[in-house]
């Protein structure tokens, strides 16, 4: 696909400064830029690169001033950042805007799809399924009976999407994600065996949410899961049964949430953290990564370390952790002296 700089400034509402019938098929960073390559420019830092890009096309802020002479052509917007964000999204839809059911796949009798659906080869829709109007469903993916998945969400290859799980509008589900699996439900008998606990739940999961490569997200075992209105979850994450996830939280790759366990709105989690069972996580919690969560915590915490504490109060001690060997040699110093004292 070619666009042409006064194409683009269309789509951002910017003003064109050099020749607007100049085109662009490609998306490239700013010190790499190669004819016929679109970059930006948002960081200063990076401003020395605006005068040797080879770049086509750059976006930069309206208020840019150039102190040497450039060759690319500008495109003058009110935030370059936003602005070039704005068009990956364009360039992203355009490049999935697939339609049309391939084959082989199966579609139960009783299922129901809206327009401008995309259903790749080897995909599988179950009994009672209902799927709104421009679903991209890529190829070999598995979507069980009872399910329903709004409008405008994609599902990339291999995702599968068990039971009577839910999904709102514009909902990403990456590649090799699992929803709806058996949350880890046991029950201890006296012989020193386990008996399965039936999870008889669903998986719910709200508008403009992401979730990445590889997460699962596990069935409740009486009600739902539920993953609130724009969480992003990123790849390889372990939500496990009767979790909910509040709106606008971001959870960071390879972390764990046990059973029961309730987050709030807008939190931040770094990867590889651990969160415990049955626990209340407040609002607008941060924390970071590798951290260990065994407590209930607070709007507004911020923490660290494994068990986790606050992030100020960890950064303090780390002083010590680090100097521990150099304390107790002096500590033993100490002791020998009060010894030879004696």
């Known amino acids: 696909m070619k666009f042409t700089a006064a194409q683009i400034a269309g789509i951002l509402e910017g003003d064109v400064e050099g020749d607007t019938e100049a085109e662009v098929s490609t998306l490239s960073k700013i010190e790499e830029g190669t004819q016929g390559s679109l970059t930006f420019l948002a960081n200063p830092k990076y401003t020395s690169y605006l ?12 208020k840019f001033k150039a102190e040497q002479e450039f060759s690319t052509t500008l495109i ?10 704005k068009l990956l999204e364009y360039y992203n839809k355009v490049k999935l805007s697939k339609e049309g059911i391939e084959q082989p796949t199966f579609i139960s009798e009783s299922a129901i799809y809206g327009e401008g659906i995309y259903l790749g080869a080897f995909s599988y829709l179950g009994e009672n399924v209902k799927i709104g109007d421009n679903v991209k469903i890529y190829p070999n993916v598995y979507i069980g009976d009872n399910v329903t998945i709004g409008d405008d969400c994609v599902i990339f290859a291999g995702a599968k999407i068990y ?9 990403s589900i990456h590649s090799g994600a699992i929803l709806g699996a058996d949350g880890f439900g046991y029950r201890p008998e006296e012989n020193g065996e386990y008996v399965k606990v039936p999870q008889t739940g669903n998986v719910i999961i709200e508008d403009h949410v992401d979730v990445g490569a590889g997460t699962t997200i596990d069935r409740a075992t009486l009600g739902s899961t539920i993953i609130r209105r724009g969480v992003k979850l990123d790849n390889q994450i372990q939500i496990a049964h009767n979790v909910e996830i ?3 939280t ?5 972390s764990g949430v046990a059973g029961s366990t ?14 415990a069972g049955h626990l209340k ?23 660290q370390g494994s068990p986790a504490f606050g992030y100020g109060d960890w950064n303090k001690s780390y002083v010590h952790f680090k100097n521990l060997p150099k304390i107790v040699r002096e500590l033993n110093n100490l002791s020998k002296g009060e010894s030879h004292d004696k």
């Open 281 to 303: 996580i407040g609002d607008r919690v941060k924390i970071q990564a590798q951290s260990g969560i065994g407590r209930n915590i607070k709007d507004d915490e911020v923490l």
């Open 262 to 275: 309730k987050i709030g709105k807008n939190c931040v989690i770094g990867g590889q953290v651990g969160v």
């Open 246 to 248: 509040g709106e606008h």
């Open 163 to 171: 039971s009577e799980s839910i999904l709102g509008n514009h909902v």
């Open 76 to 85: 003058r917007v009110d935030d370059a950042y936003k602005a070039f964000t």
């Open 51 to 62: 005068y040797t890009t080879e770049a086509t096309i750059t976006i930069v802020d309206k």
């Open 250 to 254: 971001a959870i960071a790759a390879q």
